[in-house]
């Protein structure tokens, strides 16, 4: 799709595509991280309760701060956070945005750790924030000394890191964040979109909140919370910083539904993450079988793993979808990326690329 020649585009935006993977209607969707699980009946009732409660004052604008929300976001947390050290948007990518408005900008730059997740640039170009890359270890790790020496030669106003890190599913020791956050002279953001499947040992950004002045850690509802369709992102930081991200939200960017919805979910917490065990015991699974064929896997703590190489990944891709299985095509060449989807759905994935190896 090529913007039409006659359209008055930003020069630096007409070469581009909208950012997203293909939405294809096949009967097995592995590609984006989903949660496999929708709610059930009694939440399903539970949520239009709410959702039916905002609907009888939808003449009225909603609360722009979205204090109910923000309070009941600060109690999932823990960690001692109260409301006025959480803000929420319309999904961890809105936040993201929100963060380069605020922090990035004209004459500013932002740093993150290739591979990594691939609309961090997009926000960066729509921001006119200066985008510069370090490179990750062979094993998707970062070099804690080769970060602080990047970040001492940049002198970034933002340092972008991510734990889990999309698409190799690569974790963060804390000294790492502990020493970025040393380093930096601007903001440490730690997007920890897919941290409720961490395995057990590996710790949250949360704990260095109350040491690391300038730290955001950036969650989502979107993936161990099932609640992608509801699009509701949230950031823990100082309540200093969280007002530096009021000043470019729009006025009432949550809608009154998103909020009732999304307050109703933290409510049903505990029925809403249950499926978080499984979908980890079947992270290790798949990890494990795909290593049983020869294959490489990098370490996940998240809801999906990266296994490669391939010569021609295209063609294992291809070759998955003529089978009805989509994933996606992501990352270091050679490489594949598969969420973790519902048993059955696993079970066609792992007979389709037993076909498709041994073809
Ligand atoms: C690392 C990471 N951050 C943020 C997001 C955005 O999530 P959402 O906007 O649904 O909260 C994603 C989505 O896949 C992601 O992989």
Known sequence: MAIAGWVPIRDDLRAF????????????????????????????????AAVAGALGRLNRYPDREAWTLRAALA??????????????ANG?????????????GPGRSAVSFAPTYSMYPEYARNTHTRWVTGQRAADFSIDAADAVALI?????DVVLLTSPNNPTGTALPLETVRAVCAAAPGVVVVDEAYIEFRRDGTPTALELLPECPTLLVSRTLSKAFAF????????????????ALRVVRLPYHLSAVT????????????EM??????????????????RGRGLE???????????GRFEDRHAIWQGLLDRGVLIREVGPTGWLRVSIGAPSEMDTFYQAMQEVLDR
Not at 228 to 243: K, Q
């Open 259 to 270: 909020q009732a919805v999304a307050t109703a979910a933290l409510g049903h917490g505990e």
């Open 92 to 104: 961890s990518n809105e936040v993201m945005q929100q963060i380069l408005q605020a922090f990035g």
């Open 17 to 48: 595509e909208p950012y997203g993977a293909p939405q294809l209607d096949v009967p097995v969707r592995l590609n984006v991280n989903e949660n496999p699980y929708p709610p059930s009946a009694e939440l399903i009732a539970d949520l239009g």
């Open 273 to 290: 993450l249950s499926r978080v065990e499984e979908l980890r015991a079947a992270r290790d699974e798949a990890a494990t079988w795909l």
């Open 75 to 88: 109690r999932y947390l823990g960690h001692g956070l109260e409301a006025a050290e959480v803000w929420a």
């Open 297 to 307: 896997v990098a370490e996940s703590d998240a809801n999906f793993v990266l296994f």
């Open 228 to 243: 992608a369709g509801g699009r509701l992102g949230y950031v823990a930081a100082a309540a200093e910083i969280i007002d």
């Open 152 to 156: 001492a030669a940049e002198q970034p």
